[in-house]
């Protein structure tokens, strides 16, 4: 059975940070394409940022260079580190099996102002 498993969601005050990760099992996760996606209150889901097996890297506009995606091939984990935080960052966050319908569960990031 293939599971995704978020964690390191919370509340922060605006510019502070957090680091997300998800767990990937049942799958070989060494050659898996990876993302991160997420969903405001009332707004569609969206692309934040992608990483390829060979942690090739890819960001929505709205990141500014104030996240980053990673992966641990031996912790078969993806992590999206977030500084710099906005309230308009406020979102569920999902990772994602790229290019298939394997998603986690979500993890509540809350910013403040």
């Known amino acids: 059975q293939v599971q995704l498993v978020e964690s390191g969601g919370g509340s922060v005050q605006a510019g502070g940070s957090l680091r997300l990760s998800c767990v990937v099992s049942?799958?070989?996760?060494?050659?898996?394409?990876m993302g991160w996606h997420r969903q405001a209150p009332g707004k569609e889901r969206e692309l934040v940022a992608t990483i390829t097996y060979d942690a090739r890297t890819n960001y929505a506009d709205f990141v500014k260079g104030r996240f980053t995606i990673s992966r641990d091939k031996d912790k078969r984990t993806v992590y999206l580190q977030m500084n710099s935080l906005e309230p308009e960052n406020t979102a569920v966050y999902y990772c994602?099996?790229?290019?298939?319908?394997?998603w986690g569960q979500g993890t509540q990031v809350t910013v403040s102002s």
């Open positions: 994602q099996n790229e290019g298939t319908d394997r």
């Open positions: 049942g799958i070989n996760f060494r050659v898996l394409p």
